[in-house]
């Protein structure tokens, strides 16, 4: 009985959380390895394209719940996504063709178009902060309006596919579990969205354009294909990945603009670690970096004492404190690079 204690433990605040969080860093990191594979550089900016996407699908969502529009048990964000990634597509075609374009042409070194990425960044970060307070206002009124730098909380909807009561008086143990409807619908969509983006890749003719253009430039040219198109299309499939990500994040936890920029770190660390370039090493990355992310910061005092009966950790039994997570995946990323620069499915080294 103290063994199943310890897997329901394990599984309600270790698995179940990591899971949900590495299909968020899953999704984030396919897209920055695309634009890797396709443009040739690492775009800073990916971070706060999910966060522009995710104020977007928030404002759209206000709208709808006003209109009473919704989905019953599911959150009504998922009913506006894809007017989020609608106009979240438009920005970054926009601004490929008012920034990007001009440094493909003069063929800028991927260092310069990573620094130009860095001044998009900041331009996004603030224009989504700036959209949020200004278009909050007509949106919800002029009492209830945001800030761009609020903590938002935009969930409807059902809030536990399993409650802890209900869970503790079907299975009679003393250890509850709560399955978060979020946690559920970030992975189920994470799946479908995964099984999608590879489907085109593998069978459409515009997704085998890519994986050319991806592998040869040159040859992919000489072959006739349109490399305006394809970055296009590259531009559209990375800004749905980013808002899917951003909103399934802000379902998961909250929305707050600069997390956002806090969360590069992981996705990048994801995309580096599977190997970069590589879309299933990007998946792999993800859920690597959010178990050993949530491991190593999890207190497993609880756990501990239901596996080892009598025993009474004096501390928390946690190697690092929450505030630290951060940590974990810089200390992979920098192993990484170090060790093995082209990642664990051998991706292209940096």
Known sequence: MEALN????????????????????ALGALGVTLVYSILRFSNFAHGDMMAFGT???????????DAGLGLGPLPTALLALPIGIVVTAALALVTDRLV????????????????????????????????????????????EAVSGVDEIRFADGERFLVSARAFKNWSGLSEPLAIRASSAITFVTAILVMIALFWFLNRTRAGKSMRAFSD??????????????VVMITWIITAALATIAGTLYGLDKSFKAFNYFQLLLPIFAATILG?????????????IIAFSEVGVTYAWKKIATYLIPGWEPSGLVQLLSTDYKFAVSFT???????????????GKSI
């Open 6 to 25: 310890a897997l329901v433990a394990f599984a309600n605040y270790v698995f179940i959380p990591a899971l949900s969080y590495g299909s968020q860093l």
């Open 55 to 65: 104020g977007v699908t928030i404002l759209v969502t206000w709208l709808l719940q």
């Open 100 to 143: 990007y374009a001009h440094y493909r042409k003069i063929r800028a070194t991927p260092v310069v178009l990573v620094m130009v990425s860095v001044g998009v960044m900041f331009v996004m970060n603030a224009l989504t902060r700036i959209m949020i307070s200004v278009l909050s206002v007509p949106v919800l009124g002029a009492k």
């Open 216 to 229: 040869n430039e040159d040859l992919a040219l000489l072959s006739g294909i349109d490399p305006k198109r």
């Open 275 to 287: 190997g970069i370039g590589n879309p299933i090493g990007a998946i792999v990355g993800g859920y």
């Open 332 to 346: 992979i990323l920098i192993a990484v690079l170090i060790f093995r620069p082209t990642g664990l499915f051998k």
